[in-house]
Antibody, heavy 122, light 106 residues
Framework: QVQLVESGGSVVQPGRSLRLSCAAS????????MYWVRQAPGKGLEWVAV????????HYPDSVKGRFTISRDNSKNTLYLQMDSLRPEDTAVYYC???????????????WGQGTLVSVSS | DIQMTQSPSTLSASVGDRVTIACRASQNIANYLAWYQQKPGSAPKLLIFEASNLESGVPSRFSGAGYGTDFALTISSLQADDFATYYCQQYDDYWTFGQGTKVEIK
């Protein structure tokens, strides 16, 4: 059974950095693309980052490009999201999700973690 | 960027009702369309992929249809466990979600 467990969320001041982690189990982690998705309080879902199975391809929406970096350590079955220059509008629950394909592209999100809350406030 | 528009935003229904949620893409996405269910305090759960394929373990009362720009999720007989928010998602050009449809008890 696939399990994705996020950690690292906390309260942080604007302009500071934070790194989220997502530990995967019950899946051959190095075979699948992975994503980060966020949900602001009371709002809908927003895709934040994608990384291919081997880390060779990564993409971001304009809202986080240049500030967020997705990475993975396949030896540790762990996905990361480095968030720099945080803004109040980055406040959200951050979910990691697994792709149904190796590249991550043209693919749905077939398993999700439970999420970790990031609050950006002074 | 591809925009996804769901209707209605809120749907009031009773157990046993047949309900349909619509989703429209701002451009042709072929069948690169998924539906997710989210309950309060929980992560989204994949229900339907490629517009009409039922994810393993999802009850058969859920079905999806459509191609191109217009799609629909139908619950044939609403159960108590189905009261939740539903999102459509395109995955033809990166990923975009609809704004969500809350299915509430009438």
């Amino acid at each position: 059974q696939v399990q994705l467990v996020e950690s690292g969320g906390s309260v942080v001041q604007p302009g500071r950095s934070l790194r989220l982690s997502c530990a995967a189990s019950g899946v051959t982690f190095n075979r699948y693309g992975m994503y980060w998705v966020r949900q602001a309080p009371g709002k809908g879902l927003e895709w934040v980052a994608v990384i291919s199975f081997d880390g060779s391809n990564r993409h971001y929406p304009d809202s986080v490009k240049g500030r967020f970096t997705i990475s993975r350590d396949n030896s540790k079955n762990t996905l990361y999201l480095q968030m720099d220059s945080l803004r109040p509008e980055d406040t959200a629950v951050y979910y990691c999700a697994k792709s149904s394909s190796s590249s991550g592209y043209h693919s749905r999100f077939d398993r999700w973690g439970q999420g970790t809350l990031v609050s950006v406030s002074s | 960027d591809i925009q996804m528009t769901q209707s209605p935003s809120t749907l009031s229904a009773s157990v046993g009702d047949r309900v349909t949620i619509a989703c429209r893409a701002s451009q042709n996405i072929a069948n690169y369309l998924a539906w997710y269910q989210q309950k309060p305090g929980s992560a989204p759960k994949l229900l339907i992929f490629e517009a009409s394929n039922l994810e393993s373990g999802v009850p058969s009362r859920f079905s999806g249809a459509g191609y191109g720009t217009d799609f629909a999720l139908t619950i044939s007989s609403l159960q108590a466990d189905d009261f939740a928010t539903y999102y459509c998602q395109q995955y033809d050009d990166y990923w975009t979600f609809g704004q969500g449809t809350k299915v509430e008890i009438k």
